[in-house]
């Protein structure tokens, strides 16, 4: 049975690394099991997310990296395009939620963009990202994930999306970052464009 360990990581030195922080959670599982990792400001919507994870691993098995479907981030690849990013209602979330589970369940989509993953969530296989060399370490908070995912892609390993697993992420709305805020206005642009008048 596929064993899945979630974890909310973070560095206890002054550095934020991430990537270290990861690593050391990585190093309390065994090689078959699987880790996932979820931001501080993430939260799931739905609660099948685990069982749809396991559903994605068993159907590919070059996959070695899973994250999911949020609504906001700085890839607008990975975003749901159409809702309002500046919405955060999160019964409004959870009913995206549950429409995407229901209508993507167990689907996922391969990411063959480099550098296109954020990761507010995302899981590893544990013993593939072992021989890898870890995590890769920043020595900051800021990069580690997509370029986890890189390294991964890069070894001949697949990456995928759960498209039917979406994560509500508060991703610093009161103070974004510079490099978010064209994905921010592309998403916004998307959702008010979507706007229609019953006549």
Not at 133 to 154: I, K
Not at 171 to 192: G, T, V
Request: proline share 3%.
């Amino acid at each position: 049975m596929i064993k899945i360990w979630t974890h909310i990581a973070w560095d206890h030195t002054d550095q934020k690394d991430l990537g270290k922080a990861y690593n050391a959670c990585i190093s309390q599982h065994a090689d078959d099991d699987w880790v996932a990792f979820i931001d501080h400001d993430g939260m799931f919507t739905t609660d099948d997310w685990y069982l749809q994870l396991r559903e994605i691993i068993k159907n590919n098995p070059n996959c070695k990296g899973i994250c999911s479907r949020v609504n906001r981030m700085a890839t607008p690849e990975q975003m749901v395009l159409g809702i309002d990013p500046n919405n955060f209602d999160y019964a409004y979330h959870r009913r995206v939620g549950k429409y995407l589970s229901e209508k993507h369940k167990n689907e996922s989509t391969l990411i063959n963009t480099p550098g296109h993953m954020s990761g507010v969530f995302f899981a590893l296989h544990v013993g593939t990202i072992k021989k890898l060399g870890g995590c890769v370490e920043t020595g900051m908070q800021l990069q580690t994930d997509h370029m986890t995912m890189d390294r991964v892609r890069n070894a001949g390993y697949e990456f995928r999306i759960a498209d039917g697993i979406y994560v509500f992420h508060w991703y610093r709305h009161d103070k974004p970052y510079d490099h978010s805020k064209i994905a921010m206005q592309q998403l916004e642009n998307i959702h008010f464009n979507n706007i229609r008048l019953n006549k």
